[in-house]
């Protein structure tokens, strides 16, 4: 059965403290592994889709990693603006060139000044 | 910048009665999805939606549920005979070919 496994599921920084959040996976053929932010009562707002194993991709404060088993969201000095859940979620390979997501549950994210 | 829209943003129904979440997708996307996120869970997947019909569903999408794309540019959810437990955020989403879904705002759906 496809999972996706997210940790920790809240994280406490103070401004500038850079760290990394995980998201596990496990799933039949990986077509795209997905990273959203999601604020309070929102919905989830696209950040990246990484491919393969050894793909990077970065915007601002935020930088994703990808392996055969995991993926990783750091952020660098963060700031309170970048409080918010992140959600991790994998598509499949499959006969649908669209695909359904299967989202871990998300890491809450806490910067405090 | 193009932007998933959903309608109403939060609907209150009574136990038993059929409720419409409307969504427009993006123009040029292809494929159309529901979501929906219980308070403090997972994001679940419920369907998508392709060339006029469904692709695919998942377990909770029961007889209950159905979608329709009744113009060039609506995308719904009904829901038949409301129960308590289907309270929760319904988010539509949209993507083109193998690209990155957009979602909307979401309507918070509240079964009384």
């Known amino acids: 059965e496809d999972q996706v496994t997210q940790s920790p599921e809240a994280l406490r920084l103070q401004e500038g403290e850079s760290s990394s959040l995980n998201c596990s996976y496990t799933v039949s053929g990986l077509r795209g592994l997905f990273w959203y932010r999601q604020d309070p009562g929102k919905g989830p707002e696209f950040l990246f889709t990484?491919?393969?194993a050894g793909e990077e991709k970065e915007k601002e404060r935020l930088k994703a990693t990808l392996t055969k088993k995991e993926s990783f969201l750091h952020i660098t000095a963060p700031k309170p603006e970048d409080s918010a859940t992140y959600l991790c979620?994998?598509?499949?390979?499959?006969?649908?060139?669209?695909?359904?997501?299967?989202f871990g549950q998300g890491t809450e994210l806490s910067v405090k000044p | 910048e193009p932007e998933v829209t959903q309608t109403p943003s939060h609907q209150v129904t009574q136990m038993g009665q059929e409720v419409i979440l409307r969504c427009v997708p993006i123009s040029n996307h292809l494929y159309f999805y529901w979501y929906r996120q219980i308070l403090g869970q997972k994001v679940e997947f419920l369907v998508s939606f392709y060339n006029n019909e469904i692709s695919e569903k998942s377990e909770i999408f029961d007889d209950q549920f159905s979608v329709e794309r009744p113009d060039g540019s609506n995308f719904t959810l009904k829901i038949r005979s409301t129960k308590l437990e289907d309270s929760a955020m319904y988010f539509c989403a949209s993507n083109f070919l193998n690209t990155e879904a957009f979602f909307g705002q979401g309507t918070r759906l509240t079964v009384v």
């Open positions: 979620a994998v598509q499949a390979r499959g006969y649908n060139q669209g695909g359904k997501l299967i």
């Open positions: 990484l491919y393969s």
